[in-house]
């Protein structure tokens, strides 16, 4: 069969980010503009400032992704990009450069949902085996879910508030550490031992998860011994939280595996760059002989790739979109289960 390029679009966010995936799973050709260092000043991401920077670096982001390629865009098979979910106005500079190309270049318009990504990251060095559990855990979700085959995927649960890659930002940030708080927070716990005694998150046998408590109950604490004076103990306090987090992660996991008896699992998202948390979760896999995998570090944070991956299955199945492609800010991995079961 005839090889299958497709040039990947992700702007759901703060990075403005372009690929040309071969077979769906080859990076051929990659760019990543983050933004971080402008929303690191405002503690979080800004979105008029996310949507209006996008728009300054799609062209140059297009141009030093067609150089990586070294071929021109009649090359490529199809043109795919995050239409959810994310931030309105930077989907909307994504999905606009995508269907300019596909109109110019006349390709088909793949329309990608932004968490599928992240699941199909995981093709790029290892191929998927169905079925599997997937835990995704990320700055806007939680969830642990069955990809029963390419086209067939079961909830099993979500975070019921916060995710928990929002609560490492909010942690962080309440003890001073810049945005994204995620990397800082692992690195300060690495420093300090898990000495505070913290709530312990849904002590229940679903699969859903709560963080809002947890992320309360230190926001609270930091507050309060600030007030009396009392010294906090930053890398004790991050190395408590961390370990709280991924221990209700773990324990979820492992009820899944345990009911479901499904032999593979696969990690995902920007928190599964963490190193706590991939070893805590090899672990259980290893207990229940589960095959583990998690993408490499450059493909669990947003990326143009991972889209060019979960367009991959879309290409073959022939499920092209039209030009009234619009965003779906908030169509999150359940709504867009419902909506292709
Ligand atoms: P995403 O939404 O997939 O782009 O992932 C971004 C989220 O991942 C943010 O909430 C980050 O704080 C979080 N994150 C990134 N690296 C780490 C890490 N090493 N440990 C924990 N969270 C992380
Ligand atoms: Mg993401």
Redesign the pocket.
């Given at each position: 069969m005839k090889d299958i390029h497709i040039l990947a679009i992700e702007t759901s966010?703060d990075e403005t980010s372009m690929a040309i995936v071969k077979n769906g799973q080859e990076v051929e050709a990659l760019t990543i503009l983050s933004q971080m260092d402008t929303h690191a000043k405002y503690g979080g991401v800004v979105p008029e400032i996310a949507s209006r920077m996008h728009t300054e670096n799609i062209t140059i982001v297009l141009e030093e992704t067609i150089k990586k390629f070294g071929h021109s865009l009649n090359e490529v098979d199809a043109i795919s990009v995050t239409y959810a979910p994310g931030l309105l106005g930077s989907l909307l500079v994504g999905i606009e450069c995508a269907k300019t190309l596909a109109l110019v270049y006349n390709k088909p318009l793949i329309a990608v949902n932004h968490t599928m990504g992240?699941i199909y990251a995981n093709n790029i060095e290892h191929h998927i085996v169905y079925p599997t559990l997937a835990l995704i855990v990320?700055?806007?979700h939680t969830d642990l879910l069955i990809l029963k085959s390419e086209s067939e995927l079961e909830i099993l649960g979500s975070t019921i508030d916060d995710s928990v890659?929002?609560v490492?930002?909010k942690v962080a940030r309440v003890l001073g550490m810049p945005y994204?708080?995620?990397?800082n927070?692992?690195a300060s716990a690495l420093k300090g031992q898990n000495t505070y005694q913290l709530p312990k998150p849904m002590q229940d046998e679903t699969y859903n998860f709560s963080y809002s408590g947890l992320k309360s109950y230190i926001i609270n604490l930091v507050h309060n011994e600030r007030q009396r004076n009392n010294e906090i103990r930053i890398n004790d306090l991050a190395c408590s939280f961390q370990t709280t987090a991924v221990e209700e992660l773990t324990r979820k996991v492992e009820l899944a595996l345990k009911n479901t008896n499904i032999k593979n699992f696969i990690l995902a998202?920007?928190?599964s760059?963490?190193q706590f948390l991939r070893k805590e979760i090899q672990k259980v896999c290893a207990k229940y002989n589960v095959t583990f995998h998690v993408p490499n570090i450059l493909y669990?944070?947003?990326n143009a790739a991972m889209i060019g991956c979960a367009a991959y299955p879309l290409f073959k199945a022939q499920k092209f979109s039209d030009f009234t492609l619009n965003a779906k800010s908030s169509e999150n991995i359940r709504k867009y289960v419902e909506k292709n079961n």
């Open positions: 966010c992240h990320s700055g806007g890659g929002e490492f930002d994204p708080g995620g990397p927070i692992e998202g920007g928190v760059a963490n669990c944070t947003d």
